[in-house]
């Protein structure tokens, strides 16, 4: 029987880990281990897992990978000495668990919960499929799933990635169905895929590393979405549309200079590496001037335009901007 081991990433939601662990740990194809990396959290996540039993009790340093047991399953633990980012807590996440010998790793933030088959659904249709690499469908009341099934890398006038991509809607009749990007919420990966692919740019630090490590994913294997493979979102909740606009803040920073580095990267044509980053400035401007905030807003779109033009990566501005 294939090997799993969970990798979840964690940061200051000790409550909804426990919950995200306990449905790692329910599922009916049984996982072999868990990697906990722990992004320097500040709240009660450490001494929550040391009450739960999944950790010793003991000290636990920075920077070290501890081993540990709970019922049959190996509890890996890591705690980072700084908090970096999803980005950075993904690729050193993955750093690690490459290192460890099992079959696949089935990686996922610390607020999601999966149902009891969800794993052996994706790992059963990445089989009927011929694929290294799948994905669990997040649809419930509280959230709908909408899988990516292709990325337009060739129209600068696309100049946001959420416009290149083309999205489905449910309810999904297939059992699986191929698509071209992933979050990291819930993908299993074969472990020596993982290993050739390698970890994640950490350099994002927020937003886009996953859908630029789906693409780098694909350069030797397809994807596949699994649709009766459900995984819950915990803090999902859904909203009625809002008119209330408020001034920019460090997401937005984030959000514009990856934008504007992923165009860079993959983008076909030089209209699209050049021109695109140009109208992302323009409707961030325009945008901000409507909404009356165009003096608030500027030294974000300014930054995150110069960031992103010269591809200056990592933690450029504190998430408590």
């Keep these: 029987m294939p090997t799993v081991c969970a ?12 919950k995200a662990l306990s449905g790692i740990l329910n599922q009916d194809k049984q996982v072999s281990a868990i990697l ?22 003991q000290s636990y340093r920075s920077g070290e990978l501890y081993q540990c047991a709970y019922d049959d399953v190996e509890i890996y ?20 668990v490459s290192n460890l010998d099992y079959d696949y790793v089935w990686i996922m933030d610390d607020d999601v919960y999966p149902e ?7 790992i059963k249709q990445m089989d009927l499929n011929d694929v290294r690499v799948g994905i669990p469908n997040r649809t419930d009341e509280n959230f709908d799933d909408e899988p990516c099934i292709s990325l337009d890398m060739d ?14 809607k449910g309810p999904f009749e297939e059992d699986a169905i191929r698509v071209v990007d992933l979050p990291f919420e819930g993908p299993v990966i074969d ?5 050739k692919v390698g970890v994640p740019d950490s350099g994002y630090f927020l937003l886009y590393d996953d859908t630029d490590y789906a693409m780098r994913l694909q350069e030797h294997s397809g994807i596949i979405f699994a649709t009766r493979a459900q995984l819950h ?3 999902a909740k859904k909203m009625p549309p809002s008119a209330v606009t408020e001034p920019f803040n460090w997401r937005e920073y984030y959000g514009m200079r990856n934008n504007i580095i992923f165009d860079k990267r993959y983008g076909k044509n030089w209209k699209v590496r ?16 409507i909404a009356g905030y165009l003096r608030q807003n500027f030294p974000i779109i300014r930054k995150a335009f110069i960031d992103g033009i010269f591809r200056r990566m990592g933690k450029r501005i504190d998430p408590n901007y």
């Design 116 to 122: 009891s088959d969800c794993l052996a659904e994706i």
């Design 7 to 18: 990798l979840v990433v964690t940061y200051n939601r000790s409550i909804y880990l426990r």
């Design 191 to 195: 472990m020596n895929l993982l290993r």
């Design 77 to 96: 633990y890591y705690r980072n000495h700084e908090n970096a980012g999803g980005a950075g807590g993904f690729s050193k996440g993955i750093e690690l």
């Design 36 to 57: 906990i990396f722990n992004n320097d959290a500040t709240d009660s996540t450490e001494s929550d897992l040391i009450t739960d039993g999944y950790l010793a009790k």
């Design 233 to 235: 979102r915990q803090l």
């Design 274 to 289: 050049h021109l695109s980053p140009i109208l992302i400035l323009l409707q961030r401007i325009r945008n901000s001037i």
């Design 155 to 168: 129209d600068y006038r696309k100049f946001w990635t959420g416009l290149r991509k083309t999205k489905v």
